[in-house]
């Protein structure tokens, strides 16, 4: 059955076409499309809206906004963008990542979503013409989140870490994948900690353990062991052909472990 | 359901097509235009067979709705060869044995050559980060890389 397109000039008037039934926002279409061209037919309309100010990055001060249809490609190439270059060069290989669009990553079910974990890990807050919902909440209510998504937005943080774990390389689908923000007082301990997790749920959540064991700590072996131990806490890792949920839970402390110290 | 309009510039000649609304880049052109250069191999992202280049970036044509390449500039690999002579990517496929079935070939020429352009001279981690995204069941890869270094060779040589 094919699917039709609609495209609007505004997010407005595509937010009214959203509204009927079996419609879905089309980003890069990596994953709408090819939920189609397996033969899934609960979309039978899709949704575009062509807004300029949808594939802007705007950077000034400290603060980052980048509009929901900016392509990891973008981003990967973006000067000031840093380490979340980073997390857009983990998504899928040099086509994917022409297509790949940060609205659709926020929607993409693990082993996806690679970049809304580094947005996780930054507080990100994702941005509807009905307002701004932090992104903790808007990934845990995402299956029910109808409005376009039209920009994310977070407090730059120099100090993000991400680590995509995957089997084949340089493109690989992960094993898993971890994103923390730390910020360190004068001594070097601990003083705020955000670490999210790729595939150790099926979207990306926080450690919230593993972030409370790490204050006040400083980072070495014997600093970092309590939130090794809690890390998995709270998670239900997926199991799928790339590695059990068991593998994912055995390999999850010593792999943070590596991003904590390194 | 009514037929929605395309057009396009293919290889260099405007392409315009009445197609259904939600039909694949891939379906237009191997369905409509005719072109069948890129392959449908998985019509799931993974396999990269039916990469095109489009406005100079290297995309999935399984993937696109042809509806958003309105007024776009794409190349297949059938529009590499000038007056029948070869691209110097094609030449150096047949030269290194990089072609068995053939299957993949023109996705992975598409890659190569989006590579050459911005990166003239590629090491070969640039070459295999290239073509990271184009699966070959054939050939095991190493005569892949060698013709796409080949062709960079190749090219500068000329250039001098
Ligand atoms: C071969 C292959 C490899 C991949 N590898 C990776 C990988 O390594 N890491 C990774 O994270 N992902 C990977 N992906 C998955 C996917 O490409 C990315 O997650 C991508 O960011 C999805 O974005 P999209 O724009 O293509 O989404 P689409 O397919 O366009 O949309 C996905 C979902 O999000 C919704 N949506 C999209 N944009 C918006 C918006 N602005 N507002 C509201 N809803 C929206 C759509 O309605 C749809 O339900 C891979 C995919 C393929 C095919
Ligand atoms: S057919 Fe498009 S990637 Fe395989
Ligand atoms: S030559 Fe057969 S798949 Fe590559």
Redesign the pocket.
């Known amino acids: 059955m094919a699917l039709a397109l609609q495209t609007f000039a505004t997010v407005k008037d595509a937010n009214t076409a959203l509204k009927s039934a079996g419609t879905?926002?089309?980003?890069?279409?990596?994953?709408?499309?090819?939920?189609a061209n397996e033969g899934d037919v609960s979309v039978s309309g899709?949704v575009r809206s062509t807004d300029p100010a949808?594939s802007a990055i705007e950077v000034s001060g400290g603060k980052v906004r980048i509009g929901?249809?900016v392509?990891?490609a973008r981003i990967a190439r973006h000067p000031e963008l840093g380490s979340l270059a980073m997390a857009a060069r983990?998504?899928?290989?040099p086509a994917?990542r022409n297509?790949?669009?940060?609205?659709?990553?926020?929607?993409?079910p693990a082993?996806?979503?690679?970049?809304?974990l580094a947005l996780l890990a930054l507080d990100a807050t994702v941005n509807?013409d009905e307002g701004q919902t932090p992104i903790e909440t808007f990934l845990a209510g995402r299956d029910d989140?109808r409005?376009?998504?039209?920009s994310v937005s977070f407090t730059k943080a120099d100090s993000l870490r991400f680590l995509?774990v995957?089997r084949v390389k340089p493109?690989?689908?992960?094993v898993l994948s971890i994103a923390v923000v730390l910020e360190q007082a004068a001594d070097g301990t601990v003083s705020s900690a955000r670490i999210a997790l790729?595939c150790m749920a099926d979207r990306p959540v926080r450690a919230k353990a593993a972030e409370k064991a790490l204050l006040g700590k400083t980072l070495g072996q014997d600093g970092i062991a309590a939130a090794l131990a809690a890390a998995g806490e709270g998670t239900a890792p997926i199991t799928d052909p790339i590695a059990s949920a068991w593998y994912r839970a055995e390999v999850l402390p010593v792999h943070l472990g590596r991003l904590l110290l390194g | 359901m009514a037929k929605v309009p395309v057009q396009f510039t293919l290889n260099g000649s405007e392409k315009a097509e009445f197609i259904d609304s939600g039909t694949t880049l891939l379906n237009v052109l191997r369905d409509k235009i005719g072109d069948t250069s890129p392959k449908g191999g998985c019509h799931?992202?993974?396999c990269g067979a039916c990469s095109v280049i489009i406005d100079g970036e290297l995309r999935?044509s399984c993937?696109t709705l042809a509806e958003t390449c309105n007024g776009a500039t794409i190349t297949t690999t059938s529009g590499l060869a000038e007056g029948g002579v070869l691209h110097p990517l094609q030449r150096a496929f047949l030269d290194t044995f990089a072609t068995q079935c053939g299957f993949c070939t023109p996705g992975m020429i598409m890659a190569a050559k989006v590579l050459l352009d911005h990166t003239p001279d590629p090491s070969r981690e640039d070459v295999v980060e290239a073509l990271s995204?184009n699966i070959c069941r054939c050939t095991g890869y190493e005569p892949i890389i060698q013709a796409v270094l080949t062709a960079a060779r190749a090219n500068s040589q000329n250039a001098a």
Request: no cysteine.
């Open positions: 879905r926002y089309l980003g890069g279409g990596t994953l709408v499309v090819r939920a899709l949808l929901a249809s392509t990891m983990a998504v899928g290989g994917v297509m790949a669009t940060v609205g659709g990553n926020l929607f993409a082993p996806y979503g690679d970049f809304a509807t989140s409005a376009i998504v039209t995509k995957s493109k690989g689908i992960s790729g | 799931q992202g993974t999935l993937l995204g």
